[in-house]
Structure formats: structure tokens, C-alpha cells
């Protein structure tokens, strides 16, 4: 993501001020940032954390140090900073931090080294402290245009006990060029700058405390009011944030933090390129999305009705400290800890195939886009789950409905994918019934259990898997004209597993397109029976279970598409509405 994160601070002396920012460089390190500095500047510390290769280099000339007062540096001059305008000391070699799956540097320091992009950090820092600014003084705001860039400012106060009024005025600014983007990123930026905030201002404010409670500044701060000569000689006037703080190594966290802020607000929105209409895969996709915002953001009203509630606490609860939320504590020391995904058990459906036997397989697979009740019964949760990831691969995403995994048995009409416990019972009605089908996974007690394809997987090949139903699938069954292209792209060798896929999501569409039709032409236009068995025959679909595999498959349209059918049903300029 293209963009800079900058923290800023309202001096008393000097006015805004940036202290602190870090920036995305795609290209080479500027001279002065990077490895092509002279030999005696070589890399000072290097570690590793969270995928980022984070170095510290000494920088020569730096316009944030205020090293060289006649170059032509856009930084302000040594003469005009004090201690509260400065971040990193004088000599200090700043932060870079090393992307090494996209090869992008972030780079820390007090101002930017481009003339330009300083111009437009100076022009956001004041505009964010003295006129962008919401009610109360503290919280976020969107300011910016075209040409000097957009801007998602946040303010806050930090306690301060020689401030006027105790504290000192900051903000966090992220500006780039992307209108639509920063606005897209609003809620993400607003959350994890806040856990920022929140943290600073929780250190400040225990220096704060402790230090009216060691000795109270008041009286000190009454005697050098109204002497601007020797408040502004006064050493402790204007405080840096890492003594407001207590935290030496405050600048190093923040780097840490402003790097992982900007790559992942660049990782969780792509751009993708659409060519033609969006599939309903797509489209169902985007509504289950739009579905979970909602519901977060009922969430995240409800649980602010309860802290409203909670505030007020009852006689004797005053000593009763909450404890802190692991996800917002301790940001700036640790910007989460990811974790590797483990690998898949079933790598692909022409594994799954190979494990489970062509006969079971088949079996499984008719149930499956037929819309039945699948079951499998395993004490592997992980294995369960990479089932289930294998086989809604076979269905579109809108006829989904999984329980990866319960304590009890859940109705069809829940999931048509039921994870279980082997202790779980199941139903009898529905061990008897046609309109399930279980997978029970056992431990092989000799090598010759073993299914076939698992000698070289050690996961499965302690296992046996039996595959059982009220109705089993006979194997000279036609079945699903697309059942048997998916068998007879699994069995050609031929045939990679990304071709097969490819193979697989084409079928897909080519069956969802006939799923389209007959909606339109059995829901919308009700048409009678006759014409629906002659529309089957041309879509080469009248066999049984290909007719009930469309019906199925017709619970899987999006609702953005079966509305736009009634819609354009009832508009005035619909055909059958002119005759």
C-alpha cells in the first residue's frame, strides 16, 4: 500500500510538528536509507519477526536530525526543534524494515527525505492539529484532496503533568493518494490506531500518576506561567513522548507497529480484474461479506451498550479491576503472532478419491451434489475439516451450509455438511435414510487395512474409512451427467490437479447457467410442466437425478440475481408488461 503513517504533536513552542513517520519504498533505498551508504555504514541490528526483516542502518544527513543546517533538506533547521519536536536523537540510524515476500522497505524516520512528500506530511500534521479537527477535539476525521493527498487523522491527548491543562496534543495521520482505498480502510485503520492511542496514553498516564504523586508540578508550573523567557528555558517544558512515556524504546515499537499497520491495510483489500459478468460464486460470496459486516457492526453496538451499562459499578465493586482484552494489549510490543496454516490431510479430490476407493468415492460424491446430508465421524478435527474444505469444492458456494464440527447431531435442514465426534449417535432415521450418507474414519489395526494411496502419507495411513447409506449408489448407476466428468477428469492422468480444478469450476458455471434458466423459466415465468420436460430435454438434463441436482443447485443463486429477475418481472418496461 502506498501510503505514509506519520505520528504528529502540537508543540507549545513551535506549533505542529511531525516526530515520527514510516513510508512504503518500492524502489532502492534513497541515499543516505539504505545499502548505498559507504562501507563504513553497514547494518547495525537485524532480526527476524512476523515475516519482516527488520535492520537498523545509520543514515547520513538525515533532515529529521537536523545534521547539515545549509544543505537544502526540507527538515527544519537543528535551532528549531526542542525536545518535545524530536524524536530520534542526533546520529540516530532509524528503523527499515524488510518485506521479503513482496521485497518493499518501510522506512522510519523523523520527516520524509523527498521534498515533496515532506511538503505534503507538513501540510496533513498542521492541518490535523490546528483546523481538521471533530468535536471534542479528539477523535478520527477524512480530510484531503487530489493534489496534496487524503488523509485519516485521529488526535489524542497525552497526560503531561508540566502541560498546560496536564496534557499535550497529538495525532496519528495515514495519508495517501486513494481516495476510495483510505475510505475502504476506515474501519481497520480506526480500530488498530486506536489500540495505538490506547497504549500510549496508558503509559503517559502512569507517569502521570506517579509523578503527582511524588511531587506535585502545580505550583511550579503557577511560578513559570507567565515568564515566556523561562518557561521556554525550562528543561522539562516541552517533554519528549519517550519521557512522557517511561519507554526507551518507544520509536522501535512504534516502527514495528506503522510497518505492520501499512502492510496489512495493503494485504486485505486486491483489486481483482473481472472479465464479464461476476459469477454467483462471486455474488454470494459478496453477500455472505456484506452479511458479516452487518452482523459485526451490531455486534460491536451492543457490546458499547454494555460498557454504557457497565460504568456504572455498584457500592464495593471499586477495588475490581477488569482484566485487559488480549487483543488490544500490548500492540505496540507485538503486532500479533501469526501462525502458519497447517497442511492439508486430502490435497485434492483425486487424492480423496485414491484414499476412499473409486466405489465409496462415487457414493460420497453423488450424495454431495445431490443436496444430501453428509456425516463424518472422526476424533481428527483436523481431518474433518480438510474434508469438507476438498469436497465443497463440487458445490457452488451458495448450497455450502457446514458445522465443521459438533458435540451433537444437527438436522439436514442446518448443514448438509456435520462433522462429529465417533461417540456422537447419530439418528436411526437417518442412518436408514436415502438422504445421508456417513464417513466413519477408524484406526487400521494392520498395514493391510491401509487404504491405497496412503503408503506415503503417514496421516492416513493409520486410518480406514467406511463409507455407508440408506440408499447406496449401485455402480452401474448413470447418475449426474456432471458426476461423470468429474470422475473422468480425476482418472485421466493426464490431467494435472490445477487443470482438474480448472475443469471442475467450468463445469460448475455450465450447470449453474442451466440452474439460471430453469429458475427463470419454472419461478418467474411459471411455466407449466410440458414446457419445462421440453426445456430439460435441450439442456440435456431430463434424466431423475440431473433434474434433482438442478433443483438443488437452484437454492444456491444469489439473492442479488433472483432479485433482479423479479425486478425486471414487475418494471413497466418488461415485455410482458408492454403486451
Known amino acids: 500500500m502506498n501510503a505514509i503513517v506519520a505520528l504528529c504533536h502540537f508543540c507549545e513552542l513551535h506549533g505542529p510538528r511531525t516526530l515520527f513517520c514510516t513510508e512504503v519504498l518500492h524502489a532502492p533505498l534513497p541515499q543516505g536509507a539504505g545499502s548505498g551508504d559507504s562501507p563504513g ?12 526483516q527488520m535492520s537498523s542502518r545509520v543514515r547520513a544527513h538525515s533532515p529529521a536530525e537536523g545534521a547539515s543546517t545549509e544543505s537544502s533538506s526540507p527538515g527544519p533547521k537543528k535551532s528549531d526543534m526542542c525536545e518535545g519536536c524530536r524524536s530520534l536523537a542526533v546520529g540516530h540510524p532509524g528503523y527499515i524494515s524488510h518485506d521479503k515476500e513482496t521485497s518493499i522497505k518501510y522506512v522510519s524516520h523523523q520527516h520524509p527525505n523527498h521534498p515533496q512528500l515532506f511538503s505534503i506530511v507538513r501540510q496533513a500534521c498542521v492541518r490535523s492539529l490546528s483546523c481538521e479537527v471533530c468535536p471534542g477535539r479528539e477523535g478520527p476525521i477524512f480530510f484531503g484532496d487530489e493534489q496534496h493527498g487524503f488523509v485519516f487523522s485521529h488526535t489524542f491527548f497525552i497526560k503531561d503533568s508540566l502541560a498546560r491543562g496536564f496534557q499535550r496534543w497529538y495525532s496519528i495521520i495515514a495519508i495517501m493518494m486513494d481516495r476510495i482505498y483510505l475510505i475502504n480502510s476506515w474501519p481497520f485503520l480506526l480500530g488498530k490506531i486506536r489500540g495505538i492511542i490506547n497504549e500510549l496514553q496508558g503509559k503517559a498516564l502512569k507517569v502521570f500518576e506517579a509523578e503527582q504523586f511524588g511531587c506535585p508540578q502545580r505550583a511550579q508550573r503557577m511560578n513559570t506561567a507567565f515568564t515566556p523567557f523561562l518557561h521556554q528555558r525550562n528543561g522539562n517544558a516541552a517533554r519528549s513522548l519517550t519521557s512522557l512515556t517511561s519507554d526507551d524504546n518507544l520509536w522501535a515499537c512504534l516502527h514495528t507497529s506503522f510497518a ?294 437452484m437454492t444456491g443463486l444469489s439473492k442479488t440475481y433472483k432479485s433482479h429477475l423479479m425486478s425486471t418481472v414487475r418494471s413497466p418496461t418488461a415485455p410482458e408488461a408492454r403486451n
Open 41 to 52: 555504514q553497514v547494518e547495525q541490528a537485524e532480526e527476524e519477526e512476523g515475516g519482516i
Open 260 to 553: 505492520w499497520l501499512l502492510k496489512a491495510c495493503g494485504s486485505r483489500l486486491t483489486e481483482k480484474l473481472l472479465e464479464g459478468a461476476p459469477t454467483e460464486d462471486t455474488l454470494v460470496q459478496m453477500e455472505k461479506l456484506a452479511d458479516l459486516e452487518e452482523e459485526s457492526e451490531s455486534w460491536d453496538n451492543s457490546e458499547a451498550e454494555e460498557e454504557e451499562k457497565a460504568a456504572v459499578t455498584p457500592e464495593g465493586a471499586e477495588g475490581r479491576e477488569l482484566p485487559p482484552c488480549p487483543a488490544e494489549s500490548s500492540f505496540l510490543s507485538a503486532c500479533g503472532s501469526w501462525q502458519p496454516p497447517k497442511l492439508s490431510v486430502f490435497k485434492s479430490l483425486r487424492h480423496m478419491r485414491q484414499v476412499l476407493g473409486a466405489s465409496s468415492f462415487r457414493m460420497l460424491a453423488w450424495h454431495v451434489l445431490m443436496g444430501n446430508q453428509v456425516i463424518w465421524k472422526s476424533r481428527d478435527v483436523h481431518l474433518v475439516h480438510s474434508a469438507f474444505e476438498v469436497l465443497r469444492t463440487m458445490l457452488p458456494v451458495g448450497c455450502v451450509r457446514i458445522i465443521p464440527y459438533s458435540s451433537q447431531y444437527e438436522e439436514a435442514y442446518r448443514c448438509n455438511f456435520l462433522g462429529l465426534s465417533p461417540p456422537v449417535p447419530i439418528p436411526a432415521h437417518v442412518l436408514a435414510s436415502e438422504f445421508a450418507v456417513v464417513v466413519e474414519v477408524h484406526t487400521a489395526t494392520r498395514s493391510n487395512l491401509h487404504p491405497a494411496g496412503c503408503e506415503d502419507d503417514p496421516s492416513l495411513s493409520k486410518y480406514e474409512f467406511v463409507v455407508t447409506s440408506g440408499s447406496p449408489v449401485a455402480a452401474d448407476r448413470v447418475g449426474p451427467t456432471i458426476l461423470n466428468k468429474i470422475e473422468a477428469a480425476l482418472t485421466n492422468q493426464n490431467l494435472s490437479v490445477d487443470v482438474v480444478d480448472q475443469c471442475l469450476i467450468c463445469l460448475k458455471e455450465e450447470w449453474m447457467n442451466k440452474v439460471k434458466v430453469l429458475f427463470k423459466f419454472t419461478k418467474v415465468d411459471s411455466r407449466p410442466k410440458e414446457d419445462t420436460q421440453k426445456l430439460l430435454s435441450v439442456l440435456g438434463a431430463s434424466e431423475e437425478d440431473n433434474v434433482k441436482l438442478l433443483k438443488f443447485w
